[in-house]
Nanobody, 124 residues
Framework: EVQLVESGGGLVQAGGSLRLSCVAS????????ITWFRQAPGKEREGVTC????????VYADSVKGRFTISSDNAKNTVYLQMNSLKPEDTAVYYC?????????????????WGQGTQVTVSS
């Protein structure tokens, strides 16, 4: 059974940092890609950044470029999202999602498995 479990969210002041973790079970990263999505209240779910073992990482959200970094530890089956210089507009529920493909996609419809989400709140 495939499972994704996120952790690391919380309340942080603007300018602060958080590191989110996504622990995967039931599959290995060799043939999968993992994407972090986020959804703010009243907004559509947005692809933030993706990582693939074959093709590295991609950033989809222009607003996070230079501030957010995705990485993985294949030995731990874990993907991380390091978020620096956080802004109030980064406030959202963050989800990790996986798809059985080495090609990343920024579209949520292309993902098969989802975590439960972790809340990130950035105060001004």
């Amino acid at each position: 059974e495939v499972q994704l479990v996120e952790s690391g969210g919380g309340l942080v002041q603007a300018g602060g940092s958080l590191r989110l973790s996504c622990v995967a079970s039931g599959f290995t990263f060799d043939s999968y890609s993992i994407t972090w999505f986020r959804q703010a209240p009243g907004k559509e779910r947005e692809g933030v950044t993706c990582i693939s073992s074959n093709y590295g990482s991609k950033v989809y959200a222009d607003s996070v470029k230079g501030r957010f970094t995705i990485s993985s530890d294949n030995a731990k089956n874990t993907v991380y999202l390091q978020m620096n210089s956080l802004k109030p507009e980064d406030t959202a529920v963050y989800y990790c999602a996986s798809r059985n493909s080495v090609y990343c996609s920024e579209y949520s419809v292309n993902y098969d498995y989802w975590g439960q989400g972790t809340q990130v709140t950035v105060s001004s």
